[in-house]
């Protein structure tokens, strides 16, 4: 027997229920607490983008995915996220200027990866149903180890990035990309491997 929603909802947090994909609502009960993590994100964010050297973003990156973030990890400022508890960086992880995460279904950026200036890595999407539209709907963005994400790409919702792999400039990534695969245009397409 499947679950209702009303019975999720009973049984988890909306912490839980945001990155197991369940729909969330702005009349939820818990929706305050969505909203808490957003305010206290905005002024670190603010912060760390008037940061003077790579360690103070670092630090303030850390306090913001409230997990510390490797020495061996750069951040270029300016760097914009929406809720920042769902994110989770590598180790020897690059990512260059004026950067967007939309974390609530979570990001994660393994090791030896690179981001090039203005990606987007977007988690969150909206019913197609217009009665339904501010629905938010969230799935993870993986980018894998010792992948490139190139300038201005674009990764959607529940896009895995494979290992060794690289996302052309501008693309918009709509599916999973292969290990060791380069990627690009709008929307994204295999374009040859890689070894």
Known sequence: MMR?????????????????GHPIRQDDPEYGVIQKIVDRTLKLVSS???????????????????????VSTTLFAPVYVNFGKFI?????????????FLDMGGI?????????????????????????????LAKPVIIRKNAWVGAGATILPGVTVGENSIVAAGAVVNKNVPNNTIVGGVPAVVLKSII
């Open 4 to 20: 209702t929603e009303k019975s999720a909802r009973q049984e988890s947090t909306i912490l839980d229920r945001l990155r197991s």
């Open 88 to 100: 989770s960086l590598g180790k020897n992880v690059f990512i260059n200027h004026a950067c967007s």
């Open 108 to 136: 994660i950026i393994e090791d030896n990866v690179q981001i090039g200036p203005k990606v987007n890595l977007i988690t969150e999407n909206h019913s197609v149903d217009p009665a339904d539209r501010k629905a938010l």
């Open 48 to 70: 760390l983008n008037a940061s003077s050297t790579t360690e103070m973003v670092r630090n303030y990156m850390s306090e913001i995915t409230g997990q510390p973030i490797d």
